[in-house]
C-alpha cells in the first residue's frame, strides 16, 4: 500500500470517526436531558429518537466502510506512518469493531431487547421484593453473556474478557491478588473501628431548604475550580456527570431536606468526573479518544476529590468557615473537627451506595466474588440471594432480610453490565496510590489545601493523568505516575492512618 | 400500480418519514439547549453536530429513495388510496422535495454558507451603526433569492412565492386588499389617540425582582393551563416557544429588571404558541404534520393569548389580586383599572419588538412593502435605509436617526426569511376573526374569563385550530372557522373598540 494511499485513507478514516463522535455527542445530550430536564410525557418519544440514533451510530461503527478504514489502516506498516493520535484512535475503533462484529446481529438484537426488559423487571422484582420476578431474565443475560466470552475469547479465565471491557489490561488473576490484601485488612480495621465508640452525627440530618443547599453546591464547585463557561450544573434524582466535550460538561445532582452530606458529597465526587473530562486535550476532539481512559481512572478521580480532599480534615480546616456562613443555625454548636468525624463515620450497613469510605470495597469485592464464579458457571442465578446474604455477613457483618436490600438492590446486571462493580474500588486504589506520589511531588500539598488552594494539585493531576484522555491506558498512566502497576498497599495504608486517626485506635 | 404496492410502498414512505421526523426533533431539542443552556465555550463544537445532523436530514428529504416513494404515491390513484394522514404528509414531503431539489447543490449550498455569515455581518453592522458593512452581503442574498424565484416559478407576482412559503395560499394581491384598510383604518385611529392624554404607566417600571418575577410567570403559566407534565418553561435572552412533539413542548422567557410587561407578556405570548402544539393530535405524531399549519395561524395563537385575552380588561379583573399578592409594593396605589390602561398604552416609536398592539401591524407593513418592491426589482438595497426612513415617518409618525434603529434592526433578513414579516401581522388578523366567531359561539367567554376561567375557550381553540395541526391549510382553517377568509375588519373593529375606550375617544 502506498504513502499516499495510507494518508488519503487516513484522512478519511478521521472525517468518519469525527462524524461519529457527532452522533455520539448528539446521543448524550438528549440522554442528559431525559435523566435532568425532560417532561414526563415527553420520554416514551425521546426513547425512540434516542434509539433510532443509537441504532445509526452502531451501523457506521460495525460497517464494511469502518472494516476497510482498519483494514487499511491497522497493519503494522500503516500503523508505524499514522500521527500518534490518528493510530490510538484505529487501534481504539478496531477493539470496538472485533468485539461488536463478532457477535451476530441476531443475537445482539436478542441482547439488547432483553437488557431493555430486564431493567423493569428488576425494577418491579425490587419493589415487590421478589427475586423470582427477576431470576428468568438475570439467567438469560447470564447465558448470553458467556455465549459472548466464548466468542470473543478468553486466555486464563473467562471472566478477564469482561474485566478488559472497562479497565483494559485487568485480570482476574491480578485483581484477586490486588483485593486480597485490601480485603483482609479492610475487615480487621472494621472490626476495631465497631469496637469503638461512635462519632456523633446527628446534626448532619437537620432540616437543610434546598434552595440554600443548591446555592452552597455551586459554590462549592466554584471553589474547587469547576469552570462553568464550560459546563452546566443541574438537578437530577441521579448525580451524574457527562462529558458532552471538553467544553460542555455537565454536572447533575439531588439535594435531601435532612441530610446534607448527600448534594455536598456528591457533588464533590461527580466534580472529580467533571474536572477530568474538562481537561482532557483539544487535539483529541472529534475522536472517542476524548474522555477518560476506564471507568477505574474515572473513579480514582471523583474518589480522590470526594474523600482525599472533600474528607480530609485541611479541606474542612478551610471550608468549615463558608459551611457555617450557608448554614449558620444547624451548625451554631459544631466546630471544624467535630464535622470532619462526623462525614467520616463508619458503620456496617446493607447498601452499597450508602456506603461509607471504609466499608464501601467490602460491598465491591462481595459483587467481584460473585460475578467472577457465575460467569464461570461455578455458581447459578438461582442460588444469588443466599450466596448474597452469607458473603455480606461475612465481609461487612451485617445480613439483608430482604431482597431489596440484598442482591436485588443494584440496576447493574439488568444492563449485563458484568464486570463494572470493580471499577469503583479500583478508583478508590488508584486514587490513594496517586496520593501517594502526589503527596511525595508536593510536600506541602495538604497545606495548600488546608489554605483552600487546589490549583497545584489539579494542575498535577492535568499533567499526570487528565489532559492525556484515553491515549494513555489505565496502565500507562499509573506506571507513569507513580513509578508502579496498580497496588493497593496504599489504600490500605490511607484508610489505616485516616480511621485508626478518627476512631482512636 | 397494484394496490399492494402502494399500500407497501406507503408503509415504507411512513417509517422513512418518521425516521426523519425523529432527526428533526434531535436537532430542535439540541437548538433548545443552544438557545437556553449550553455553556459559553460549548457553542462552536455543538454547532458543528447540527451542522451534520441537518445535512442528514437534508439528505434524506432530498434522497432518491424520497423521490421514488413520492413518485409512486403522489398519482390521483395513489392518493386516493392513502388514509388521510398518509396523503396529506405525501403531498407536504413534495412540496419541500420539489422546493429543495429545484436548486442546483451548489446553489443551495452557495446560499447556507452566505446565510451563514451574513448574521454576524448584520450584527456588526447594527453595533456600528453602518449599513455599509452589511449592504453587500444582502445585495447577495436578494440576488439569489431572486433567482430561487425564477427556478420555483410564480404566477402574477415574483414576492407571491416567498409569501406562499409561510402562509400557503397567500398573495400579493390578497396580502394588498387586506393589509390596505387595515393600514388607513390603523394611521387614522392612532393620529387620534396621539392626541388625547397618555396613560400613566411608570408602576409598570419600579423594580421587580427576578426571582418574584420566575414565580410569578409560572404561576400565569398555570393559570392558562399549560400542560407541565408534557412541557418545560426556563429562561433565555430572546424568548421562544418550540414544540419537539405535543409530549415535549417548551417555552423561554427573559427577565428585565425595570418592566415587568416584558416577561409577563413574552411568557403569555410563548404560551399562545406553546398551547398549540401542547394539543396538536397525537394521530399525527411521527409526521411533519404535527405542528402548527402556518406561521400566521401560530402567530395568532401568541397574539390571541397575550393581546385578545392577557391585555384585556376581563383577565385582570380576575388577575390583578394575584398581581398583588405576588408585587404588593409594586402595585399599592394601583387599581386593576390602572393597570389594564397603562398595559394598553399606545405610542408611536422605532423599534417593532417594543412597539404596542395598535401601531405594531405598522411596523409589519412597511417591510411588506419593502420586500415585495425588493423581490419584484423595482428598488434596490442600496436605498432602503432612505426608504425605511421615509415610510416608517409616513406610517407610525417617527424617523429615525441611525440605521441600528431603522433598516438594521431585525435579524430576519441576513438569513433570507423574505416573507416571513407579514406572519406577525397576519396573526393579529386571524385572532381578531377567530375572536369575533368565538364571542358569537360562546356568548360569556368574556364573563369566563373574568371569572378566571379559560377553559372553554381553550376547548374551542383546539376544536377549531390546534388539533387539526397541518391536516388543515390556514385558508380551511378559518373557513371552517369562522365561515369566511382571512378578513382584516374585525381587527379593525377590535382596534377601534379598544383603544377609542381607553383613550376617551
Chains 1, 2 share one sequence.
Do not use: C
Amino acid at each position: 500500500m502506498s504513502t499516499e494511499k495510507i494518508q488519503q485513507t487516513a484522512n478519511e478514516f478521521n472525517t468518519y470517526v469525527r462524524r461519529m463522535k457527532q452522533m455520539h455527542e448528539a446521543i448524550q445530550l438528549i440522554q442528559w436531558d431525559m435523566s435532568a430536564l425532560i417532561p414526563k410525557q415527553g420520554v416514551a418519544q425521546r426513547a425512540e429518537v434516542v434509539g433510532m440514533l443509537s441504532g445509526d451510530l452502531f451501523a457506521m461503527q460495525t460497517s464494511d466502510q469502518m472494516g476497510e478504514y482498519l483494514e487499511v489502516l491497522s497493519t503494522p506498516d500503516a500503523l508505524e506512518l499514522l500521527d500518534p493520535i490518528t493510530r490510538a484512535s484505529v487501534l481504539d475503533r478496531k477493539e470496538e469493531y472485533e468485539r461488536d462484529k463478532s457477535i451476530p446481529p441476531d443475537k445482539f438484537r436478542e441482547y439488547v431487547v432483553l437488557t431493555q426488559t430486564a431493567e423493569s423487571a428488576w425494577a418491579e422484582a425490587k419493589q415487590n421484593n421478589d427475586f423470582e420476578l427477576f431470576r428468568p431474565y438475570l439467567e438469560k443475560i447470564v447465558g448470553i453473556i458467556r455465549e459472548f466470552i466464548e466468542i470473543w475469547g478468553y486466555k486464563d479465565n473467562k471472566y478477564d474478557t469482561l474485566l478488559s471491557k472497562y479497565e483494559p489490561g485487568l485480570t482476574v488473576a491480578k485483581l484477586d491478588a490486588i483485593f486480597g490484601g485490601l480485603r483482609e485488612k479492610t475487615i480487621e480495621l472494621l472490626k476495631r473501628v465497631t469496637e469503638k465508640e461512635q462519632v456523633g452525627r446527628s446534626f448532619l440530618h437537620q432540616y437543610f431548604a434546598k434552595e440554600e443547599q443548591v446555592k452552597y453546591s455551586r459554590y462549592m464547585l466554584e471553589q474547587l475550580g469547576f469552570d462553568f463557561s464550560k459546563g452546566r450544573f443541574d438537578e437530577s434524582p441521579h448525580p451524574f456527570a457527562i462529558g458532552l466535550n471538553p467544553n460542555d460538561v455537565r454536572i447533575t445532582t439531588f439535594y435531601f431536606d435532612h441530610d446534607i452530606t448527600q448534594s455536598l458529597f456528591g457533588t464533590i465526587h461527580e466534580f472529580g468526573h467533571a474536572i477530568y473530562e474538562q481537561n482532557v486535550s483539544h487535539d483529541l476532539v472529534g475522536t472517542f479518544l476524548a474522555t477518560g481512559t476506564s471507568m477505574g481512572i474515572h473513579e480514582s478521580q471523583s474518589r480522590f476529590w470526594e474523600n482525599m480532599i472533600g474528607r480530609s480534615r485541611e479541606f474542612w480546616q478551610h471550608h468549615f468557615a463558608g459551611l457555617l456562613e450557608h448554614f449558620p443555625a444547624q451548625f451554631a454548636d459544631v466546630n471544624a473537627a467535630d464535622f470532619y468525624k462526623a462525614i467520616n463515620y463508619v458503620e456496617p450497613s446493607l447498601i452499597r451506595v450508602d456506603a461509607d469510605e471504609l466499608t464501601y470495597n467490602l460491598h465491591i469485592m462481595l459483587r467481584y466474588e460473585i460475578e467472577k464464579d457465575l460467569i464461570n458457571g461455578k455458581i447459578e442465578v438461582k442460588d444469588l440471594p443466599e450466596i448474597w446474604a452469607n458473603k455480606i455477613e461475612e465481609y461487612v457483618g451485617v445480613r439483608p432480610e430482604d431482597h431489596a436490600t440484598g442482591v436485588l438492590q443494584d440496576i447493574h446486571w439488568s444492563g449485563g453490565a458484568f464486570g463494572y462493580f470493580s471499577s469503583y474500588s479500583l478508583g478508590n486504589i488508584y486514587a490513594a496510590q496517586l496520593e501517594n506520589t502526589l503527596k511525595q511531588e508536593i510536600p506541602n500539598y495538604r497545606e495548600q489545601v488546608a489554605a483552600g488552594d487546589v490549583t497545584e494539585v489539579l494542575a498535577w493531576l492535568n499533567e499526570k493523568v487528565y489532559k492525556h484522555g484515553k491515549m494513555l491506558t489505565p496502565g500507562q498512566i499509573m506506571t507513569e505516575a507513580t513509578g508502579e502497576e496498580i497496588n493497593s498497599e496504599y489504600l490500605v495504608a490511607y484508610l489505616e492512618e485516616k480511621f485508626k486517626d478518627i476512631y482512636g485506635i
